[in-house]
Each structure stands twice: as C-alpha cells, then as structure tokens.
C-alpha cells in the first residue's frame, strides 16, 4: 500500500492496468466473462481458481470499490450491493436463523425499522429496541438466541453519537456480531472497526457518491462473516451494476474533500441558527451544546454534514419551513453537494406513531438539513429567509 492517508488511498488505490495503459481505470460494463477452455471453466465454476465468472457474482469494478474501503474502513474483507438497503437485509438475512433476536438502537432508518417489525416475524426473527442515551440499560435485554448488536451513530435524523467502544466491549463479552451502519460519517470521519465493530454497512448512495447520481451499497469486515454474507447475496442477486460501481469508486477520490466542506459548512450553519429566536433546539455533534459533544470529538474526526433543528410550532411550521424554501432542496436523500432540507414527522418517519417518533427523538418541528457544497452565506440566507415565513 503507497500510504496509509485517507485521501492517498482513495486516489491510489485502481486496479492493474490492461495492455492500453490507461491513467483512468475502464468500465466493465458486461454480464458475462470468457474462458480459455473447458478445464478453467470447471474449475473457476468449482472455486478452485479465483477469477471473474458473472458480474451478479463479481466484478472488477465492484473488486475496486470494495479494496478502497476495507483500505478505509480497516476491513478484512467486503462485498457490494445494489443499494443501502439491499447492504442492510442482505448481511441480516445471510447472518440470522430462525428464532434469532436482533438487539437494536431505537433510533435507525424507518426502512429498517419496517425490516424488524414486519418482515423478521414471518422469519421467527425477533427484535428488542434499546435507547442510545441509556446504555447501561442494554445488557439486561441481550438473551441466549440474541446474534446481532445494530447501531447507526450519528443516528438519523436527531444525530445522537453511540458510543461504540462500549458496545464493542459489550459484544465481545456476550459474542454477539456488532454491526454499525456508518453512513453519516464516512470512513473519513469515523472507523468503526477500531472501536470493536465486526462488519460496517454504508448506503453508498449518500456521501460516498456525493452527487445524487448513483445507489449503491456496501458491508465491510470480518473475512468469514463477509464471505457468508457474500454467498448469501450471490444466490438472490442483490448486485451492483459495474458502471454504479466506477462511479462511486471514482467518487471515493474525492471524498476527503468533500466532506470536510460538508463538515465545516454544516458547523457554520448550526452556529449560526443557535442565535435564530424561531428555533428551540439546533443539534449537530461538533457544537459544545450537543450532548455527546464529547463522544463525538473522541471517535469522528469532524461533525459529519447533517444539522437538525427544532422549530417552533410543530408539524405544521415544518411543513410552513419547507414551502417557504427557495434554493434548498426538498428530496428524499442526504450527502448530496446540493444542501437538502426534509421533515422527518410527516415524511419519512410518517407511517410511525407520536411516540414511536418521539422515542427516536423526532418531535412535530424536527428539521433534518443535510449541508451541501453551496456558499455557506447561501446556505445561511435561504434557511434564515424560510423561518422568516412560519
């Protein structure tokens, strides 16, 4: 390896040139590879000889993206995804048996959440949600069939910081598989795996594209639970398409940059709208008043590009807060170079109770900004001239 730096490594790291010596490593947009003669055939088939077969199986593009983050992330092994969450149910689905219990943070994306509550039971897969902000809690929920620990940290939408060092500890003590979805932070801002985790799990399509081009997903870590996850995946075909795969493979190059404007553009935001009197709350990791201001110094290197804020007058001035936004974008995504701005309550997190979403830390008047690449002073005027209109 030529370095250890982040950004080095993500720039560096290509696959071996072919005989047109190219600069920019080439798409590999086809199905299907050939074979020299019957016996290579056999026994690629058989596994006897490592090589591409079928991209649904592998594929160079896919082997790129894959060696850059487990160079990243410090993993030993991973495997690629169409999306998020086809990463998320594929390495639940290749890891669970029947009569299995998941131990989960309450506060995780709503799509997993559906994944626990409706589609694990019809499994005999059963769950328990504990609370990031009462850890010690945790231990008296762990049973004999309980597998796998899940965490996001920052969570979504209310960015609470998990401790994961703790509950890496936590899972060696019990054997169980820890999984952080690393998402929010990247591996620029955050290694799991050095606090303890088994395997990290990415929604590529957020800050690792950084464009809202592409979907992808990815799960990185132990070799011998990846490998199990990967031939899970091989059978049901879950894959990633090669030119998604360049693309965020290409995307990767610039991810230190990115991020750290999206990190020093997302601080500026959330110090900025502390002073706004129409908000009662403004939380991101980096400022001093967030609770785990600490935590999060300790195991990010910056804040991360998400900022959520609290505005007066509940679900209907959220709602009044989005109508009232001129340059931001209103969309389903987040780590975008454009800065998006949702209301979790009445979207995303809709089809959940009040106190469901109150449990996870979304009240009526809870706005989730994903800070983009713009001008901060843009930024900073079209959300200030929204709360001007609740």
Known sequence: MISKNPETVAIRTQLARTQYQEHSVPMYLTSSFVFDDAEEMRASFAEEKQRNVYSRYSNPNCAELVEKMCLLEGAEAGTTFATGMSAIF???????DSGDHVL?????????????????PKWNISHSYFDVNA????ESLIRSET???????????????????????????HHLIFIVDNCFATPYLQ??????????????????????????????GNE????TVYR?????????SPFNAWTLSKSLETLAVRVEKHCDNALQLAQQLEKHPKIQQVRYPFLPSHPQHELAKKQMKKGGNIVTIEVSGGLESGRAFLNAIQMCSLTANLGDTRTIVSHPASTTHGKLSPKE???VGITDGLIRISVGLEHIQDIIHDVEKALERI
Do not use: C
């Open 90 to 96: 594929s390495t639940f689905a290749a890891l669970l």
């Open 104 to 120: 989960s943070a309450r506060s995780i994306f709503g799509n997993t959440h559906s994944l626990f509550t409706k589609y694990f």
């Open 135 to 138: 850890l010690e809690d945790i």
């Open 147 to 173: 597998k796998i620990l899940y965490v996001e940290s920052p969570t979504n939408p209310a960015t609470d910081i998990v401790d994961l060092a703790w509950l890496g500890a936590l899972s060696r003590k």
């Open 191 to 220: 290694q799991p795996i050095q606090w303890g985790a088994d395997i990290v799990i990415h929604s590529a399509t957020k800050l690792l594209d950084g464009q809202g081009r592409v979907m992808g997903g990815i799960s990185v």
């Open 224 to 227: 011998s639970l990846i490998d």
């Open 232 to 240: 899970f995946a091989k059978i049901t075909g879950p894959a990633l």
């Open 357 to 359: 979403r109150q449990e």
